[in-house]
Structures are given as structure tokens and as C-alpha cells.
Nanobody, 124 residues
Framework: QVQLVESGGGLVQAGGSLRLSCQTS????????MGWFRQAPGNEREFVAA????????AYAASVEGRFTISRRNAENTVYLQMNILKPEDTAVYYC?????????????????WGRGTQVTVSS
């Protein structure tokens, strides 16, 4: 059974940091681009960050560039999202996803497997 399980969410004050993890299982993900998306109440799901299969290429949404860092450890089947200088507008459910391509992609329709999400709440 293919699974992506996010963890690391929680409540943090503005300016603080969190590190999200995405543990994958059920098949090999080391050839897949991986991404993080988020969805706030009343909003559509939006792209946050993506990373290529080998970790050599990354992409970020303009709203998180310079504050968030995506990384991966294929040997541990894990993808991370380090979030620094958090803002109240970063509050959302964060989802990990595996792409059908090896490169990083912002297009959510190119992702074939999704986790259930982890809640991040940033207080002002």
C-alpha cells in the first residue's frame, strides 16, 4: 500500500520555525519529484515547494522563497520542509505529494500520490 505520512505540524508563534517530514512507503519514490502543497480554510490548494528526484533542483512559491527549504533523503524515504520566519498567513494544512515526473513541478495535477496532511497554525 502506497503511503505518504506527514508529521511535524503544530502551533507556533509568528517568527518561529517548524520542520515538516513526509515518510513514504509502499513503493520506490527515489525516482520521483516530490512536493509540498498547502490549503487554508476557504482557499484552494496551492503550491509551496518541490524537489527533483535527486535533490539537485528545487522550486518555491514566491510567498515562501527565502523562508522555506525543501530537502530529501532517499535512503530514508523521507522529504522535509524546513519553515522559518513563519507568518500567520502560512496557516494551513500542509500536504506532501509524489510527482509522476522526476523533476520539481508546481502543477498539482502532475502529482499522483498524496498524504493526508498536517496542520500548521501560526499565531500573531
Amino acid at each position: 500500500q502506497v503511503q505518504l505520512v506527514e508529521s511535524g505540524g503544530g502551533l507556533v508563534q509568528a517568527g518561529g520555525s517548524l520542520r515538516l517530514s513526509c515518510q513514504t512507503s509502499g513503493r520506490t519514490f527515489s525516482n520521483d519529484g516530490m512536493g509540498w502543497f498547502r490549503q487554508a480554510p476557504g482557499n484552494e490548494r496551492e503550491f509551496v515547494a518541490a524537489i527533483s528526484w535527486d535533490g539537485g533542483t528545487t522550486a518555491y512559491a514566491a510567498s515562501v522563497e527565502g523562508r522555506f527549504t525543501i530537502s530529501r533523503r532517499n535512503a530514508e524515504n523521507t522529504v522535509y520542509l524546513q519553515m522559518n520566519i513563519l507568518k500567520p498567513e502560512d496557516t494551513a494544512v500542509y500536504y506532501c505529494a509524489a510527482a509522476a515526473v522526476g523533476g520539481p513541478t508546481r502543477n498539482q495535477y502532475r502529482y499522483k500520490n498524496w498524504g493526508r496532511g498536517t496542520q500548521v497554525t501560526v499565531s500573531s
